[in-house]
Each structure stands twice: as C-alpha cells, then as structure tokens.
C-alpha cells in the first residue's frame, strides 16, 4: 500500500486547510485509516482516525475543529481543519492499517504551519 498525502501549507490562526490522502497498491485489504502529527520536540500523536465502516474518533485538542472522512470508491481518506490554532503547526502523517496481513502503512507527511 502507497499513501501520498498532500493539502499542507500556511494559513493564519482562524483558517481552515483540507488534507487528502490516497491509497493505492493492496487497497482491498485497508481496514482504519487516520491522521497523526509530529510537531519539532514532540511525539507524533493522533489527531483523527476513521474505521471502514466510518466510525470516528478525534483527540480532544481537535473535536469540534476538525473533521475526518473516506471516500472508499477514491481509496482516499481526508482531514478538514477549520478554526485553526498556531498549536496544530505541525507535519501531519496519513496511515492505513491493513487487514491480511495487520500492517500499518504511513505517508510522507505533508507541512502544516498556522500563523498567529
């Protein structure tokens, strides 16, 4: 499985900015899919994850702000964020988890950077 993320880029605190993420190759056998972030310093951590049946989940800092969705025909998972914060700078990382075998796959990351 391939994942090519893109949709990053600088928005001023308040903006809002919509990351893509397609999968390709072994596509038949992507269960969850999700979104982490690495900001400089810190740990990469979950910031949205979507089941095949659609079923959510969001870190607290985004509920509210950000939403997650699929297009399982497009093999694509996506990431709305609106009202963005200077604190959700970061690079932000697409994962697809597979199911034979149990695999996770991750992108290469896409920049997101919100300004003050």
């Known amino acids: 499985v391939q994942l090519q993320a893109c949709g990053g880029g600088l928005v001023q605190a308040g903006g809002s900015l919509r990351l893509s993420c397609a999968a390709s190759?072994?596509?038949?056998?992507?269960?969850?899919m999700g979104w982490y972030r690495q900001a400089p310093g810190k740990q990469r951590e979950l910031v949205a994850s979507i089941t095949s049946s659609s079923i959510t989940n969001y870190a607290d800092s985004v509920k509210g702000r950000f939403t997650i969705s699929r297009n399982n025909a497009k093999n694509t998972v996506y990431l709305q964020m609106n009202s963005l914060k200077p604190e959700d700078t970061a690079v932000y990382y697409c994962n697809a988890i597979t199911t034979m075998p149990f695999y996770t796959y991750w992108g290469q990351g896409t920049q997101v950077t919100v300004s003050s």
């Open positions: 190759g072994s596509i038949f056998s992507i269960g969850a």
